[in-house]
């Protein structure tokens, strides 16, 4: 069964970090692009960060650039989140899509259920 697993997240203070974990079964994560989306409330789906097919074709949204990293080996992928804000609070979600390159919430073939992120004090 082809599924994808996110965990990790929960409630952090303004300026703390989380790391978020996404667990792939049924397929390998380095024959996919990857990444991160999220939906904060009120909002529509963003992507915030993409691996291509290669592992140097990474993508981030502009707004966490240098705060977050995205990595991934052959199970599983993370998203490493330093400096937290509270816009960063969002559903956050892996996926693997179905291009070979780019970061686009339309291109989603495979995604988790999300998990919920939330920078409060």
């Known amino acids: 069964q082809v599924q994808l697993v996110e965990s990790g997240g929960g409630l952090v203070q303004p300026g703390g970090s989380l790391r978020l974990s996404c667990a792939a079964s049924?397929?390998?994560?380095?024959?996919?692009?990857i990444g991160w989306f999220r939906q904060a409330p009120g909002k529509e789906y963003e992507g915030v960060s993409c691996?291509?097919?290669?592992?140097?074709d990474t993508h981030y949204l502009d707004s966490v650039k240098g705060r977050f990293t995205i990595s991934r080996d052959n199970k599983r992928m993370y998203l490493q989140m330093n400096s937290l804000k509270p816009e960063d609070t969002a559903v956050y979600v892996c996926?693997?899509?179905?291009?070979?390159?780019?970061?686009?919430?339309?291109?989603?073939?495979?995604w988790g259920q999300g998990t919920l992120v939330t920078v409060s004090s």
């Open positions: 691996i291509g097919l290669s592992d140097d």
């Open positions: 049924g397929f390998t994560l380095d024959s996919y692009s």
């Open positions: 996926a693997a899509l179905s291009i070979a390159s780019g970061c686009r919430f339309r291109d989603l073939l495979v």
